[in-house]
């Protein structure tokens, strides 16, 4: 029964042990993966199968901060957080993009949401008035709304952090700050200057950023900066795309970006492998044949920096061989006594 019990508890113990990281992602329709053929692709899903994390993500297209506060009263969500070593959330975009709903675009066939086609009527006496409208929207429309959302967040947002450290004291947040996917609209369309679209939501967008980055709470990946190039985005007027999600090269950009901040790099027999800064890494070494494994060249139980990982040996003794010539060694000493006392 004793033999049982201590089995029991040995394995218990081994379970316990073999706990997965175990990463949960929340917010809007950048962790979701939104337009990506592939779900998979996305970069908290990239992290997760790198990290061979357990892996749980709550998010949805349109999400908005008050609306990942009350998701966070879930059970589903409050029991996932509670184990997790990691929480990674992407939320405030759609604070500042559901202003833009409000304007209406009908007449130049632009959807927001699907990034169809555009089509322009080129009647100037047409595109000026489409111009001044939208020129009005965004200067005395859009910044006063602006404005508001952003007290609305900076009430919302520190609740969203208070409220995942209630459930789990010691787990790590990582927040993406907001980008600016119109950076780069501030192009002459004809005769007219969109500048002022790129300007005013910079404005916005800093302001909330300046929300995310007032604690130290949480680590902010710099997604502002990581996904201000084109060639990351969805968005290309020339070419009639509009939307604001990243595409496949921006989520591969943030993915990056988290391995850089979570991780070091340990290259072993030409492979590269990821590991959580100060974590042990597991492996086993390889045999080598007339040699026997002595150590490794850096310490694997806590990997504190980017390591080119290799086998220290040192070479077996072969006592077959010292035998051997120990034998034949001692033979020729017989032969030689047996000669000396011969001749004497």
């Not at 000026?128 to 910044?143: A, V």
């Not at 916005?204 to 997604?223: G, L, P, R």
Request: charged share 30%.
């Amino acid at each position: 029964m004793k033999k049982i019990l201590l089995f029991i508890l040995v394995f218990s113990l081994f379970i316990v042990n073999a706990k997965a990281y175990k990463i949960v992602s929340l917010g809007d329709s950048i962790p979701n993966g939104y337009l990506l053929d592939d779900e998979e692709d996305s970069f908290d899903n990239r992290l997760a199968n790198t990290l061979k994390a357990d892996f749980y993500e709550f998010s949805y297209i349109g999400m908005r901060s008050d609306d990942l506060l009350r998701e966070l009263d879930r059970e589903e969500i409050k029991n996932n957080i509670k184990d997790a070593d990691m929480v990674i959330i992407n939320i405030g975009a759609n604070d500042l993009l559901d202003l833009l709903e409000q304007i209406d675009l009908s007449a130049l066939n632009i959807d927001f949401e699907y990034g169809e086609n555009i089509q322009i009527n080129l009647n100037k006496e047409y595109l000026d008035g489409i111009y001044n409208y939208i020129k009005s929207f965004f200067e005395d429309e859009l910044e006063p709304k602006a404005k508001e959302a952003l007290l609305e967040f900076k009430s919302v947002f520190p609740q969203i952090i208070s409220k995942i450290k209630e459930y789990n004291p010691n787990v790590k947040i990582y927040v993406n700050s907001l980008y600016n996917p119109f950076f780069d609209i501030n192009i002459p369309l004809l005769s007219y200057d969109l500048y002022f679209i790129s300007n005013i939501s910079d404005e916005a967008i800093k302001s909330f950023n300046e929300v995310i980055n007032s604690s130290d709470e949480y680590t902010v990946i710099d997604t502002y900066n990581i996904l201000r190039n084109n060639d990351y985005l969805n968005i290309n007027i020339l070419k009639g795309l509009f939307d604001p999600h990243p595409n496949a090269f921006g989520h591969k950009k943030l993915y990056e970006a988290y391995l850089k901040e979570l991780c070091y790099k340990v290259t072993y027999e030409d492979e590269d492998y990821y590991v959580l800064k100060g974590s042990k890494f597991d492996i086993k070494p390889k045999k080598k044949k007339g040699y026997t494994f002595k150590k490794w060249n850096y310490d694997i139980n806590k990997i504190d920096k980017d390591i080119v990982l290799k086998e220290v040996y040192k070479k077996d003794i072969n006592y077959y061989l010292i035998g051997s010539i120990a034998i034949v060694a001692l033979l020729i000493v017989v032969l030689i006594i047996k000669q000396v006392k011969k001749n004497s």
